[in-house]
């Protein structure tokens, strides 16, 4: 059973465009925390940003490679 890894935090733009980048590699994510970017001021800067996540960790290296 495949488990998903946190890849990276990044603003929703930028992870929109590595999610685009990453599928045209053949590499699955997911994007959390898209609507959090409303509570910057309320939580810390890092906690509001998008978390990609590789859908399968073992794409991990893959997925590095293309960042």
């Not at 309320?42 to 859908?55: G, H, K, N, R, S």
């Amino acid at each position: 059973l495949a488990r998903m890894e946190l890849l990276v935090r990044l603003p929703a733009v930028q992870a929109h465009l590595l999610r685009d980048r990453l599928a045209r590699h053949g590499i699955r994510v997911v994007l959390l925390n898209l609507h959090v970017q409303g509570a910057v001021g309320e939580l810390p800067p890092e906690a509001a940003l998008v978390q990609v996540w590789i859908d399968d960790a073992r794409e991990r290296e893959r997925a590095r490679a293309v960042l």
